[in-house]
């Protein structure tokens, strides 16, 4: 018989420094996971360096205030995780502000994925927004979350571009 995680044993709190370990590795693996569903390996020398990357973004940023993020935990162990970064974009004409939020590094562990954990952390950040009277979230989904996103109300934009540059 599988492991069967029970969701009232489960319980989400807000991130703490000594959280950034566990963090960054889900940082990682969320990477890995989108790379191997597109075919693709993300070398593992690569791999390191980002969750080594993540970990010193949180260690500066939830310091600042910059990020804000919540973890979701089964007796004591760190199983789902994610995070918002504040960053300052113009004002337009559905939102005058410049404030937005941009949400980034959901995971959640296997065997605790369809428990709601993501949705949970979530719905966490659009509260979080909602305080602080921010009124864009943007983010870029993988293929399996954006089911998540579409069904609490995210929308593609079409209209969006970028240019990685080397």
Known sequence: MAFEPQIHEMHLREA???????????HRKMFEEIWEGKGETLEPTRANKVEE????????????????????EDKG????????TFV???PNPSDLSSKVAYLHSMYTERAYRNKKCAQR???????????Q??????????????????????????????????
């Open 16 to 26: 703490l420094s000594n959280d950034i370990p566990i963090m960054a590795k889900h």
């Open 53 to 72: 990357a993540y970990a010193q973004k949180l260690e500066t940023e939830l310091k600042s205030g910059i990020c804000k993020a919540w973890v979701f």
């Open 77 to 84: 162990n760190i199983v789902s995780s994610g995070g918002i």
């Open 88 to 90: 300052s974009f113009v």
């Open 121 to 131: 952390i979530l719905h966490n950040a659009i509260e979080c927004c909602k305080s």
């Open 133 to 166: 009277r921010i009124k864009r979230i943007i983010l870029n989904a993988s293929d399996a979350g954006q089911p998540i996103y579409h069904k609490i109300g995210f929308r593609s934009a079409p209209d969006t571009m970028r240019l990685l540059i080397k």
